[in-house]
């Protein structure tokens, strides 16, 4: 009676098993970007150009702000100095807490987007090595390092900054506005601001998938809020944060381009319903609606 019993109950090892595929792939992507990050860090150090060249770059940025009536940097660092409390925020934001944002918006995304989670995880890869190439064919000064009165100055000396915390070691390797020219940093990469990049990137993936007002009202102004932070810290110029967004742009253009020529050799629309998209399950095939059972005709084809 027990064998009878067992086999006409059998344990519910069908849904612990797919969960725990599930988990699988989780861990196997975080693995993975958290490798990609690091081979990305690790290289961002080695392609550091050299002091003379990054001053000569930042002297022609300057230039070509002031030729476009951009140089609002000084300003915009003074106008945040009246504002207590304001530029120790932008200091500790700049060094750690931008790194919070992409991850837990690809977490957002897998769980909730599937389809979504996989092109913005495409264009954040993307991302990361159109900067790297930035980075090595035009090393810049920030305006932080730039000598000479009249110039923004390096809010991480008069200021909170983790730099002066237990934290400033992992602080200096997210790049943080430790006034630091060695070490495990690169102070020249700063063309383009990859934490402008970054919070565009957020608000272009999260779009769709976060639909309260104030959610999105939030996502709006993260851009923005990021602009004053790299400005008012002094660790980058206006330009960069346009490029930036330029770089986030170019690499969506890419992944989307590349996705597009994939499917066109697979034979594979590529496409997801906005069912699919949030569940991740399969969408029904392309002209074929599911069968319906009759009582009297059975299984039908309609």
């Known amino acids: 009676m027990t064998a009878v019993a067992e086999e006409a109950n059998p344990p519910p090892v069908g849904g612990a098993a797919a969960a725990l595929r599930g988990v699988d792939r989780g861990l196997f ?42 140089g609002a940097e000084r300003m915009l660092q003074q106008g945040a100095m009246r504002v207590p409390g304001l530029v120790g925020a932008c200091n500790a934001y700049y060094a750690m807490g931008h790194l919070a944002v992409p991850p837990i ?23 990361l090595g159109l900067a790297l190439a930035t980075f090595w064919l035009y090393p810049l000064a920030p305006p932080r390092l730039m000598p000479g009165p009249g ?22 390797r997210a790049g943080s ?16 601001s990859l934490h402008v990049g970054w919070a565009l990137w957020t608000t272009l993936a999260l779009w769709p998938v976060l639909r309260r007002r104030w959610t999105r009202l939030l996502l709006a102004l993260y ?69 319906r059972l009759s009582a009297s005709t059975g299984p039908r084809l309609r």
């Open 29 to 70: 992507q975080v693995v993975a970007l958290l490798w990609i990050y690091a081979l990305y860090d690790l290289v961002r150090v080695g392609v550091r150009g050299s002091t003379a060249a990054a001053t000569a770059h930042a002297h022609q940025v300057a230039a070509l702000e002031h030729s476009l009536g951009l």
């Open 151 to 172: 110039q923004v100055i390096d809010t991480s000396r008069a200021y909170f900054s983790f730099s002066r915390t237990p934290l400033a070691a992992l602080g200096a």
């Open 223 to 291: 851009p923005m809020a990021m602009v004053l932070v790299v400005i008012v810290t002094g660790n980058h110029w206006l330009v960069d944060a346009l490029a930036g967004a330029a770089v986030t742009a170019l690499a969506a253009a890419l992944v989307t381009a590349g996705s597009r020529g994939t499917r066109r050799l697979t034979g594979s629309t590529g496409t997801a319903s906005p069912a699919e998209d949030r569940a991740g399950g399969r969408a029904p095939v392309a002209g074929l609606e599911p069968v």
């Open 105 to 127: 918006a690809l977490l957002m995304l897998y769980r909730r987007a599937p389809a979504r989670y996989r092109h913005w995880r495409n264009v954040f890869v993307a991302m």
């Open 177 to 192: 506005s430790a006034p630091s020219w060695g070490g495990g940093t690169n102070p020249f990469a700063a063309m383009p």
